[in-house]
């Protein structure tokens, strides 16, 4: 069984950093396919990055292009969410996902089986 876990959310002032991480047991990252999604207050849940198996493909929203890096560590069995330029439309719960099959899915909700918590992004403006 796949278990993943966040931390590092939190709040900070507009044009900030953030770096999330996301802990995975049960299976290693080159055997999964990653990704972070977030939902704010009264919206759904959206698609934020992903990272193949490989860690080769990597996707981003077109919202946080070029101010986001979805990153891993293999021996740490971590997944990372290196945010900068943080705006005060970034703040959200933050949630890693990851799933060990490919489909054309990957880049919404129903595409991922394990999910974990959730950590909360705070950004003031």
């Known amino acids: 069984q796949v278990q993943v876990v966040e931390s590092g959310g939190g709040l900070v002032q507009a044009g900030g950093s953030l770096r999330l991480a996301c802990a995975a047991s049960?299976?290693?990252?080159?055997?999964?396919?990653m990704a972070w999604f977030r939902q704010g207050p009264g919206k759904d849940r959206e698609f934020v990055a992903r990272?193949?198996?490989?860690?080769?493909?990597?996707y981003y929203a077109d919202s946080v292009k070029g101010r986001f890096t979805i990153s891993r560590d293999i021996a740490k069995n971590t997944l990372y969410l290196q945010m900068n330029s943080l705006k005060p439309e970034d703040t959200a719960v933050y949630y890693c996902a990851a799933t060990e099959r490919y489909s054309s899915n990957l880049g919404n909700p129903g595409g991922y089986a394990y999910w974990g918590q959730g950590t909360q992004v705070t950004v003031s403006s």
């Open positions: 049960g299976r290693t990252l080159n055997n999964l396919r």
């Open positions: 990272l193949s198996w490989s860690g080769t493909i990597i």
